[in-house]
């Protein structure tokens, strides 16, 4: 698996991790605010490069992006001793990664991820690729960046809301892994968690899971808690009034994937109310209409861990315990749907 390495200040992560690496031309993939924000804070320190700049946002993780990566990349005419680096969110890391696996059959790549969502999730895995024709990561490949650089620095200048958007995946962590850090957890003043320390413990939980089952047939699926209903609502409100960041939707996924957990694997009532009053207390509730539950459950269908036409859940058994593979009716979704709204 690829190293990560952590330290406060990014230049110091640039001069000690690529100054020193061999490559013929380094190329730096950056998004509009990256490029504003992150990019003058490694600058000074990054040896001879060029910069090549996208717009932000998921709407452009798509290949014809790409295309423009790779126009650049062959402008440039970057050999296969070449290096990338990608500086930006998980759209950035996965696109970038992505283009770089496929150039001239792979050239390496390096992430620095600026979002918590993409220091904490995106950072390990080795999951790469674009979304395609209105699905979600459809077309990609599993390739390992050479080395992830980490700071937390990064974090001064993100957005409030897409900082508690990451704070979701921190929250899953604990609650499919790991109950100390859950309770450690800061919820009724989020955003004065110390990020430093749950960044690197995150990752750790993840690295964990992600060595036991690289592919994702077995364990890696936990992950997936809170990520069934809430990829189908981060999807079913895209291109609305109602759109929804990752993690605000998640948030809503493990409320509802809780309860369904208390029904089918045993979570104790007492855990189910403590989960949704304090992810409430971070993200509030998303009103949801009792007649877009059908198109939402339909989504669902859609979900990459299904097997056929069976729903396959990842629930929780406890606070720190998750299990998964667990079938559930369209009738218990909505149960946990009509939970959720009252
Ligand atoms: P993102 O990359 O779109 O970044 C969010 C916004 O913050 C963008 O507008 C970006 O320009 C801006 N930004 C980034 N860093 C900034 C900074 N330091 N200061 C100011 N603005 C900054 O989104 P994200 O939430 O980082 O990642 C979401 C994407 O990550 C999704 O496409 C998802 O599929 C992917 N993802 C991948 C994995 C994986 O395992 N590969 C895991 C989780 C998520
Ligand atoms: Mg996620």
């Not at 295309?67 to 050999?79: G, P, Q, R, V």
């Not at 409100?237 to 089918?264: Q, R």
Request: one cysteine or more; charged letters at 25%; proline letters at 4%.
């Amino acid at each position: 698996m690829n190293p990560v390495i952590f330290h406060p200040s990014p230049e110091a992560l640039i001069k000690e991790e690529i100054q020193s690496l061999d490559f013929s031309q380094l190329l730096v993939l950056t998004d509009q605010n990256t490029l504003r924000d992150c990019y003058p804070l490694i600058e000074k320190s990054l040896p001879k490069h060029s910069v090549f700049t996208i717009s932000p946002g998921e709407e452009f993780k798509t290949l014809k992006t790409c295309s423009e990566i790779w126009e650049k990349m062959t402008e440039l005419a970057l050999d296969r001793k070449a290096l990338i680096l990608n500086l930006g969110g998980g759209v950035l890391g996965d696109m970038g990664g992505f283009c770089a696996s496929i150039y001239k059959r792979g050239i390496r790549f390096i992430n620095m991820p600026t979002t918590l969502l993409s220091q904490v999730d995106a950072s390990v895995g080795g999951k790469l690729g674009v979304d395609f024709q209105g699905f979600k990561n459809h077309l990609g490949v599993f390739n390992e960046p050479e080395v992830v650089l980490i700071s937390s620095k990064f974090l001064r200048t993100l957005p409030k809301q897409e900082l508690r958007s990451g704070f979701a995946e921190v929250i899953k962590h604990g609650l499919i892994q790991d109950r100390a850090y859950f309770d450690s957890l800061n919820f009724q003043n989020w955003d004065q968690n110390d990020w430093t320390s749950l960044i690197s413990h995150s990752v750790e939980i993840k690295k964990q899971v992600v060595q036991e089952d690289p592919k994702e047939l077995g364990l890696r699926k936990i992950l997936n808690f809170g990520h069934t209903l809430g990829h189908a609502l981060e999807t079913f409100y895209l291109n609305g009034p109602k759109h929804l960041l990752h993690g605000e939707a998640i948030a809503a996924g493990m409320i509802c994937e809780a309860w369904l957990s208390a029904e089918k694997t045993g979570l104790a009532k007492k855990e189910l109310f403590e989960i949704a009053e304090k992810l409430i207390q971070v993200y509030g509730k998303i009103e949801i209409e009792s007649s877009e539950w059908e198109a939402i459950l339909e989504l669902c269908l859609q979900d990459k861990k299904n097997e056929g036409k069976t729903i396959l859940f990842s629930l929780l058994q406890s606070i720190g315990s998750c299990t998964y593979n667990i079938p559930v009716s369209r009738g218990e979704m909505t149960q946990a749907l009509t939970y959720y709204t009252t």
